[in-house]
């Protein structure tokens, strides 16, 4: 890392931060400009079993970040907005130690263009800094056409999002409250308040390489409904999704199939999620779901940690299904737990606790648990165990 990239950093960090204490609970607006965004400190530990030849005996890898992020936006006219955000993240511990510009490559996405620069050193100190929005909204009656690096979501579900064509996110990956964005043309024609036509195209090199998908959302008999179909890279897509309730209780669900006429077997594959949540009046919450994806492994043990999800991969294994339950046992405290079961072979399980704590007006702390949990050779072994805590200042 350079001695004045690494100065910029820091000063950047300190004056955001300088920024966010004296902001209020609302984002800053400067006549045609609004700002916000929030600064972070994550400590993280990975409890690793021996994993020879990387690892020959139980170790502990600590691991620290600070992530500064700002959100822009430009109202221009009536008609027009521009919005820009980054993030910008310093690292320094044992991965970057170990993986150095291996580690720096994880950090980047498959986007059209590179709007991200990353740097590592062999001390275990690595900077990264990206432009995941990066995009211009022009709105005319029901018209709204946005242009550049953006979100496009079309999940409904809570935890798996089969209809996400273009931004499928990971559950596991917590500390991206935002998710990924896509290089994509995004046109909506608004039929009222909750019925629109949508057209969206990811930029690729290829047609083989790109998404392109529409959308008819409507509402119907108290649901959202949405039906779906384009080309997904080499995949032929159609799907639905749903979000209603069942008397008081939420009711959610999506279905896609894919089908790639070039597969020499199996050319029809699908992801089918289906999720039901409820509120107590004493504000005890579950939300339960399951998920099938046609592709997925019926046994082996696969390293949830590092999977990278789409939407026809939404997770490793053919069979999963999801609980949790949340409780704020003060206004300021709140404790969940979730857990994520896959019936095969190995039986895997993910374990994931977790506290939130407001602890003055915009800061939080946040205290997180991932546990990976597979039978192997007729025992349970869980080879990864990892520990988060998270302060989070917003501004």
């Known amino acids: 890392m350079k001695p004045l990239t690494g100065s910029l ?49 139980e170790t502990v890898l600590y691991d620290n970040l600070i992530h500064q ?27 970057v130690r170990l993986f150095g510009d291996q580690f720096i490559d994880w950090q980047d996405n498959d986007d059209f263009f590179d709007l ?25 009656g029901p018209w709204e056409v946005s242009l550049g690096r953006q979100r496009i979501n079309w999940g409904i579900s809570t935890v798996w999002n089969p209809n996400d064509l273009f931004n499928a996110f990971s559950f596991i990956d917590f500390d991206y409250e935002e998710r990924p964005g896509s290089d994509a043309l995004r046109i909506q024609y608004w039929k009222g308040f909750a019925s ?22 409507f509402n119907a008999h108290a649901y959202d409904f949405q039906v779906l179909a384009g080309k997904m890279r080499s995949d032929w897509v159609v799907g639905c999704g749903w979000a209603g309730s069942l008397h008081q209780v939420g009711f959610k669900g999506e279905l896609t199939a894919f089908y790639d006429p070039a597969r020499d077997s199996v050319r029809l594959q699908l992801a089918v999620t289906v999720g039901v949540d409820y509120m107590w009046d004493n504000s005890l919450y579950l939300n339960t779901g399951l998920l099938y994806t046609s592709t997925g492994s019926t ?50 399980a993910f374990f994931n606790p977790s506290v939130l704590i407001s602890i003055a007006d915009n800061w939080d702390l946040y205290v997180v648990g991932q546990l990976q949990a597979s039978r192997q050779q007729g025992t349970y072994r869980m080879p990864l165990k990892v520990g988060f805590m998270r302060l989070k200042l917003a501004f």
């Open 299 to 348: 046994q082996g043990v696969i390293d949830l940690f590092s999977y990278q999800p789409s939407a026809k991969n939404l997770w490793p294994f053919r069979y999963a299904l999801f609980g949790m339950l949340s409780y704020p046992f003060t206004p300021l405290v709140n404790v969940s737990m979730a857990l994520i079961y896959s019936p095969i072979k190995s039986h895997t």
């Open 69 to 95: 992020r700002l959100n822009l936006t430009w109202y221009g006219s009536e008609h027009f907005t521009f919005k820009a955000e980054w993030r910008n993240r310093l690292f320094w511990g044992d991965q």
């Open 116 to 140: 991200s620069w990353g740097r590592a050193s062999a001390k275990g100190v690595a900077v990264h800094t990206a432009l995941d929005r990066l995009y211009g909204i022009y709105v005319h």
């Open 196 to 217: 629109r036509i949508e057209l969206a195209i990811e930029l690729a090199d290829r047609l083989d390489e790109a998404v392109i998908a529409a959308l008819y959302a």
């Open 9 to 57: 950093l820091v000063l950047l960090l300190w004056a955001s931060a300088l920024w966010g204490q004296e902001a209020s609970s609302q984002s800053k607006v400067f006549a045609r400009w609004q700002a916000s965004g929030y600064v972070k400190s994550l400590q993280s530990a990975f409890f690793v079993e021996p994993l020879p030849p990387l690892f020959p005996f």
